[in-house]
């Protein structure tokens, strides 16, 4: 499995995808203007990583300030995939980093996290 | 009944609309080996469907939240921070549209600088905090007195712009008098000894088709005769 790290643009986010620790982060604003394009590896990345075995946890990191209708897409079938390596017993959680001054940011993740089982934890960064 | 082959003007059909045409292809069709199919096909057209839906309920979200913002931005854009009131960029921007409206509706408006008196003197006595504190109750103090309409704003300064919309010459005098008496009886928050508050006012009323920026250049002329005939007084603009 590769390690693959990309550097965040104006409309993409730093992303990091991290074999060893079965982790996932993805930071920043994502507008791009091909989401399925810059989605594709992540994509494609995780499905690798959880046909190598059944057993290695993921951990997924998220901290997206905006995200365009196409990144909701790739993010939802993201999202599939950990669900059914969640209900074929492999242990996901994802962390849902939010600023709270923008108040309509926590319901955007509850909507994120509606349809999953998997554990799904939103945390506030803002620091008064 | 309409067939699968309809050009239908909905993309999307409702849940409810599927199971009937399910129903009745089961109905007709029992027996039939691709029944199953049929149903696994229909089941993932409805998942598409709530999908879609998800995405589309998102995406607005997120859509309102980035007006929301923007409208938050355009309000630090057009206020000054200090007074809350709206600033010279804001007040521009007004000034254009009553000026335009002028040009066309013949609506004469005011425009009244105000200017504090011997504030710099403020500022160097007691320091550059009652100097704003002075600036915020002067705001105050105009928020009292302006009618609902009118547009007022901290033009730069220790200098205000009033622009009055649909004003006649006399009202105009009489408001401006009325502020000039109201800033007397300013007391300035939580300052002992505090200076006493003194404006002077520029007046213009603006009935003939001119440019923003001339509009203002003859107000700031009145106000410049007042503070040079004593301060503390209002001056209209008489011409030059």
Redesign the interface.
């Given at each position: 499995m590769q390690y693959y790290e990309k550097a965040a643009s104006v409309s993409t986010p730093w992303v990091r995808l991290d074999p060893e620790l079965g982790r996932i982060d993805l930071v920043g604003e994502s507008y791009p203007a091909n989401s399925f394009e810059f989605y594709q590896p992540i994509v494609e990345w995780l499905s690798a990583y959880l046909a190598l075995d059944s057993v290695h946890p993921v951990h997924v990191e998220l901290e997206l300030s905006y995200v365009n209708t196409g990144s909701i897409k790739s993010m939802l079938d993201l999202f599939d995939l950990l669900e059914q390596a969640h209900q074929d017993g492999r242990a996901v959680a994802v962390v849902w980093k939010y600023d709270s001054r923008n108040q309509r940011a926590l319901e955007t993740a509850e909507e994120f996290s509606e349809d999953v089982s998997f554990p799904f934890k939103t945390l506030d960064t803002f620091v008064p | 009944m309409s067939s699968p082959n309809d050009p239908s003007p909905r993309l999307a059909m409702a849940d409810s609309v599927i199971a009937q045409r399910l129903a009745r292809i089961a109905q007709e069709h029992a027996g039939n080996p691709l029944l199953p199919e049929i149903e696994w096909l229909a089941l993932q057209y409805q998942r598409l469907q709530q999908?879609f839906d998800?995405?589309t309920?998102?995406?607005d979200?997120?859509q309102?939240?980035?007006l929301?913002?923007n409208k938050v931005l355009q309000e630090q854009v057009i206020s000054d921070p200090l007074t809350g009131l709206m600033n010279r960029a804001g007040l521009i921007e007004r000034l254009n549209a009553e000026c335009a409206r002028l040009a066309r509706e013949h609506t004469p408006f005011g425009l009244l600088m105000l200017d504090i008196d011997h504030f710099k003197a403020i500022n160097d006595a007691f320091g550059h905090h009652v100097g704003d504190q002075v600036l915020v109750d002067v705001a105050a103090t105009l928020r009292q007195h302006m009618r609902a309409y009118d547009v007022f704003s901290r033009w730069g300064g220790e200098e205000f712009l009033l622009l009055l919309p649909a004003i006649e010459a006399d009202p105009l005098l009489e408001l401006a008098q009325r502020l000039r008496m109201a800033m007397h009886e300013v007391q300035v928050h939580g300052v002992d000894n505090a200076p006493p508050v003194r404006v002077s006012i520029g007046l213009y009323l603006c009935s003939v088709e001119e440019d923003a920026a001339e509009s203002v250049r003859k107000a700031d002329s009145a106000l410049y005769q007042a503070k040079k005939r004593g301060r503390d007084r209002v001056e209209i603009y008489q011409g030059e």
């Open positions: - | 999908r998800k995405i309920a998102i995406s979200r997120l309102g939240q980035v929301e913002m």
